[in-house]
Structure formats: C-alpha cells, structure tokens
C-alpha cells in the first residue's frame, strides 16, 4: 500500500509502471492528487477551473480496463493538468482572460486529445498571464500563481501554472507550450524540466499564424523521462498544424544514450546580446566549474547573432495583432496591460518590419551554426534573474539596467527560440537565494533526440551532487503569500449550466 505522499511524489514513468502492474490504481493516484490539490493549492494557486467528478469516473473506467486486462496507453490512468490556453471539452477555458469568463469548449484541442486518447485524466487546468502574455503567471480572473518554494515569488510562465503543479506534487502529468520561454523558464523557477521542441514536433493546432515556427507546444515533467513519456504520447503529424511532420513518436520514450565523456561543451552566460544579473552570473560559473568535469571539452563561446531583440520584437506582435485583433477593435481596455501593449507595438508595424523580421531570423539561424562546428550542445542560464515577487508584473531593471518593454528580461530564452534549436530546462540546483536554478541546454538544429539524451545523462550526473541536483519544495513550511495570491481578481468566474452539469468548479 503506498502513501498519498509516496503516490504524488512518484515520477509519471514510475506511476504509469505501477498501474500497468496493478500495484496502484488509477482511482487511488487520482484521490492523491485531488487530496494534495485541495489542501496546498490555496497557497500556490496553480490549478484553477477543475472537472473532479469527471476524472473520477474516468479513474474507474481506466481502473476496470486495468483488470479486463486490455491495453493502456501511455499516460494511461495518469490524471493531467493543461494549460488554460489549450482547449479542454466541457471544462472552463479563460485564457486568463476576462472576456472568457464563460468559455466552456465542446471539444479538446489536438494536444489534450492525444494526450486522453493516451489514457491521461484531465483533472484541472493550470495558472497562466492574460493570454499567456509574460513571465508571470498572474490574470484578472483567477489572481497570481505563487511558486512552491516560497508563494510571495513568482512562478514564472506562461506555463507557471503547469510548473508549479508539477512541482508541488498536484499533479504527474502537465502540458506547457513555448513562445519566448513559456516552457523553460517556469520550469527553471520551480525546478522541474521544460522541453521546447523543435518546430512541428508536437503539433500547435490553435496558433492562427500556422507557418511560424516560434510558438510551439510541448512536454514539462518532474524528470527528464516523465518529459519524454508525454513528447511520445502528444508527437507526429496533425492538418491543424502545417509545419507538423510524420515522426515515429515512440522513439522518444527511451532517450538517445550520450556518454557525456564524450561531449564537447559550449557555455554562455548572456548569448552577446542578454542582460543577466550578476548574482546569476555567479551561480553559472560555479556551476559549470562543478560539472565541467564530466565533459570531454567545456569552453566558453562568444556570439554576435545581430539583431536579435527587435526581431522578436516584430515576430512575437505580429502573432499578437493576429489573435487579438477584433477583441482590440471592439474595446482596448478590455485587454490587459501586457496583451494591450503586445497588440499596439505591432499594429504600428509596416509590410517591411515584417520581411525584415523573417529575413534576420533566418541569418541568427545561420550564424548560430557557428558554435555547433565546435560543440554538441551550448549551456546557459535559463532566466536571468531569482523569482522576485509576483505583485511585480515583470523585471524592470537587471543590475540596475532599465528593461526596454516587459517580455525584454526574456531574452535567455527566446535568444534561441529564434533559432529554432531545440532546448530544455533541467533544474541544476539553487541560487543565491535558495530558490531553483534552470540550466538551459540547447541542442542541434532538429536534434530533438539528441539533446533529450543529454539533458538525461546530465540529471543522472546532478543526482549525485548536492548542489546540482533537483530541489524539491516542503509545503508544509510554506506560509500564505502576502497579498494573497487571488487578490487581484476583479470578480469570480461565472459558470453556465453546461459547465456545473459536467462537473467543473473552480478553486
């Protein structure tokens, strides 16, 4: 008989493996997390609407096909948490955004279909910014996602929620999806791993600009094979997304075997172009000096990869004037203050911002090739500064310098994303300040196997060291954040009777 603890605290591989064997199930796992969810959430607020009646009867369907003996899938009887930008059938999806208080889809998106089609039980969705617009997972409809290390700090995002629950131990399964480090850097705030995949890997059926590469969905876990267990159950080709390709997803659940004696090892603290707070700075060097080690080669590398700020500026707008576009024209203050500014900076742009924009990602893409004459993978920080408060929408200023906009302190992650390199976030640690640390490892160009195999070969090395490897948050130390973290919510949601008939409430 295993304990709540024992079952919220397993790894999603482990949990899978026991259910296949009978030795849980997925009735007892769900009541586990249900459990945890209702007695630690309302000091983190990660989950917000949920469908608990639904996943039991769920649980009881994927318990009874356990011991009809029939096939599981993947994620079979794994209960899962999605993020509030990916629709979810008959359960509330806001976007976090007060014009869809009411939203109740009638059908799931591509990844959340995949992932039940796997045998995954949506239990809730996750905490993310209006729109998934920044790094802090906060919006006027549920208030502010606390990080599970200390709740008056922010969780990053925009999967803040995902990385929290994760974290937590609400939840074994959670999606996320990436744009300038929607993945990475919650993942790195709250010490699990974010894996952005290359473009096209995990098909993004709600992006409306179908033929850009930077937004992209994937995989977040608690190890780097709980990541790979939900890439395996969501990869390959779908319509809904052209950039999407046949793959065979099942070669992803084992990952590549990498001898990191054999790895040459590139590192950058800032790419040439980022800011980065020198406390930071710091806890990267020794870092790299405590694993440096373990590589065959381990050298700094220096990179002038051009105008990579205002040509993420020019990308990331244009997405947003797409999406935003009639919510805008009907009532600007409608929109929050991130999302506004997004739509605004790019409805000012011409035809030539544009084809400059695409132009320039491609020569960063060609001058990042560069370093990968020389190394296998680059190192960096992931974020460039400790979790600060959530009541601060954003870092204004690193080392006393002024951040141009709110997404500007971003610059770690989507730096590569312009790239279209595969990357991932493996929790290395603490910081200064004891709160996680996120090594980011970027990978080849369309080495999606290869730099999983790495980030795997490197978290088996960090587990054996005390000040490499995965920290992980005692709830029952934490103390209520100041102001709570629901305090900006300007009215509760409202809920239909569709929404209260399928069993959704919210927390």
Aim: aromatic share 8%; charged share 20%.
């Amino acid at each position: 008989m295993y304990s709540q603890d024992q079952l919220t605290s397993a790894s999603a591989v482990e949990l899978r493996r026991l259910i296949g064997t009978r030795e849980i199930s997925p009735v007892e796992l769900l009541d586990a997390c249900i459990a945890r969810i209702e007695t630690y959430n309302p000091a983190i607020n990660a989950i917000t609407a949920t469908c608990y009646e639904r996943a039991r009867a769920e649980a009881r369907a994927a318990e009874q096909a356990v011991l009809r003996g029939e096939p599981l899938g993947l994620l079979h009887g794994l209960p899962l948490g999605v993020k509030d930008l990916e629709a979810t059938a008959g359960l509330l999806t806001t976007y976090g955004s007060p014009l869809y208080r009411d939203n109740v889809p009638s059908q799931d998106n591509v990844l959340v279909a995949r992932l039940r089609a796997a045998g995954a039980i949506v239990v809730g969705k996750t905490n993310i910014p209006e729109m998934g617009a920044g790094a802090n997972s906060r919006n006027a409809v549920w208030g502010a996602t606390g990080n599970p290390f200390n709740p008056n700090l922010n969780a990053g995002g925009s999967s803040g929620g995902s990385a929290a629950a994760l974290a937590a131990g609400f939840l074994p399964v959670c999606t996320g999806s990436d744009t300038g480090g929607s993945l990475r850097i919650p993942a790195a705030k709250c010490g699990v791993v974010g894996f952005r995949p290359s473009p096209g890997v995990v098909p993004n059926s709600r992006k409306l600009l179908g033929w850009t590469p930077i937004s992209v969905v994937g995989p977040m876990g608690r190890t780097v094979a709980d990541t790979c267990l939900q890439l395996a159950a969501s990869a390959g080709a779908s319509v809904s997304d052209p950039l999407s390709y046949e793959l065979d997803p099942g070669s992803f659940l084992t990952p590549q075997h990498v001898d990191l004696s054999d790895l040459r090892v590139g590192w950058t603290e800032d790419f040439g172009s980022c800011s980065v707070d020198d406390g930071i700075r710091r806890v990267f060097r020794a870092k790299i000096a405590e694993m440096r080690h373990l590589f065959k080669s381990c050298d700094e590398v220096r990179f002038d990869l051009g105008d990579v700020h205002r040509c993420f500026d020019v990308l990331r707008a244009e997405s947003f004037v797409a999406s935003l576009r009639d919510a805008y024209q009907r009532d600007p203050a409608s929109l929050g203050p991130n999302t506004r500014a997004n739509y605004e900076l790019g409805a000012r742009m011409s035809l030539g911002d544009s084809a400059w924009a695409q132009a320039e990602q491609t020569r960063i893409l060609q001058r990042f090739q560069q370093a990968f004459r020389d190394y296998d993978v680059i190192l960096s920080p992931t974020t460039p500064v400790s979790p600060f408060p959530w009541t601060r929408l954003y870092a204004e200023t690193i080392n006393g310098e002024k951040q141009e906009n709110y997404y500007r302190w971003l610059a770690l992650t989507y730096v590569v994303t312009l790239t279209t390199h595969p990357a991932i976030s493996l929790p290395c640690g603490v910081d200064e300040q004891g709160m996680p640390f996120g090594l980011q490892v970027t990978g080849r160009f369309r080495g999606d196997a290869m730099t999983l195999g790495v980030a795997q070969a490197m978290e088996t090395a960090f587990a054996d060291s005390p000040t490499l490897c995965r920290p992980i948050p005692d709830l029952d130390a934490i103390v209520p954040a100041v102001p709570a973290l629901r305090s900006i919510v300007t009215a509760p949601p409202t809920f239909g009777g569709s929404t209260q008939s399928g069993g959704v409430s919210a927390v």
